[in-house]
């Protein structure tokens, strides 16, 4: 996310120090929450405004705040999205699911044991996770250790995680305490078949009729109403067909809507079948409605099932991240 939250947690699983007592509150300077912190922590420079960590030596603790998404299940499953896109596989939850009010802000709570391959070796890492739904947005937090530190960090997570607030409004802290399935925090990605490729979808994209104009390579559209995102898969095959074509071909339709595209962000993500894909973040901006607007699109070029895959997606400039780890999901996903 801009160094997106699962770079972000690359660099913060381990050395984790520890927490003192008394509490910091932290006001976000948009209004959008309030949450008491253990003294000394401190809000590290931010890299999107939507993305907050807070850290004390080798602590920290990663908030996001979801636009137009207030449901505490489905916020929660996008913090279980991010874990599992950061390189720890198959959270499985420790314990209860915990509904529950914070602050009479309907919640989600649990700690979640998931595996991670360091240096040819699996490790075992532990994560706690919370979400808060504020009216018609919402904030998850995560925080991530190892189980030297399961049993110290546990008091203090719970206890900022439930001073999550509104602005102005008092602390009464947590309440209605339930349990709930576990099935109701899993993502649930769609499959979605194509004769050359399998892919799939997470939670929320649908697929929409193709237009008319559409190029012949275009075997897919698909939107996310919620971000007003669109999605198009483009399968190119043929002789002399490669990846450098595929990759030049994403860029020449991501230029179509904008013009004045630029890349932001490049990088390779490596795929389970040891194959990399390119992907490359673009900002610029868009006529929409006869107004320019700041808009901004991310593709992944790969090889799969039996052709060369461009996964090209565009939204408005502040649905970037959401957009960009969806499509990381789909490219991994894809076969």
């Known amino acids: 996310m801009k160094r997106t939250i699962v770079l972000l947690l690359a660099f913060t699983f381990w050395h984790l120090a520890g927490i003192a007592a008394p509490a910091d509150a932290y006001e976000d300077l948009r209004g959008r929450f309030v949450i008491d912190l253990p003294e000394g922590w401190q809000l590290q420079p931010q890299t999107d405004d939507r993305v907050y960590v807070f850290k004390k030596d080798g602590d920290s603790i990663i908030l996001e705040y979801v636009l137009h998404t207030s449901d505490p299940g489905e916020l929660l499953k996008k913090a279980l999205a991010t874990l599992g896109l950061s390189g720890l596989k198959k959270p499985v939850l420790e314990g209860d699911l915990e509904s529950l009010s914070i602050n009479g802000h309907p919640a989600r709570w649990g700690m979640y044991k998931s595996e991670m391959a360091v240096g040819g070796t699996q490790v075992t890492l532990f994560s706690r996770l919370g979400c808060v739904s504020l009216d018609e947005h919402g904030v998850y937090f995560m925080s991530i250790f190892n189980q030297t530190r399961k049993a110290e960090l546990s008091r203090p997570l719970a206890k900022a995680f439930q001073s999550i607030r509104a602005p102005g409004q008092a602390l009464t802290g947590a309440s209605a305490v339930r349990s709930v399935p576990a099935e109701t925090a899993a993502p649930a990605p769609t499959a979605w078949q194509h004769e050359f490729v399998r892919l799939n979808l997470p939670p929320g994209w649908k697929e929409k009729p193709k237009l008319q104009n559409f190029e012949e390579e275009v075997i897919g559209w698909f939107e996310y109403e919620p971000l007003g995102a669109h999605l198009l898969a483009l399968c190119y095959r043929g002789f002399g067909m490669n990846k450098t074509k595929a990759l030049k071909a994403a860029k020449q339709t991501v230029e179509i809507s904008m013009p ?39 593709t992944a070029t790969l090889k799969a099932g039996k052709c060369y895959l461009d996964l090209i997606g565009y939204v408005q400039a502040a649905g970037l991240d959401e957009l960009e780890r969806d499509i990381v999901a789909i490219a991994r996903s894809a076969e």
């Open 260 to 298: 004045n595209a630029a890349p932001a962000k490049v990088y390779e993500l490596e795929l389970e079948s040891g194959d990399k894909a390119p992907v490359v973040v673009y900002r610029g901006t868009s006529v929409s409605r006869g107004a320019e607007v700041q808009s901004a699109a991310a």
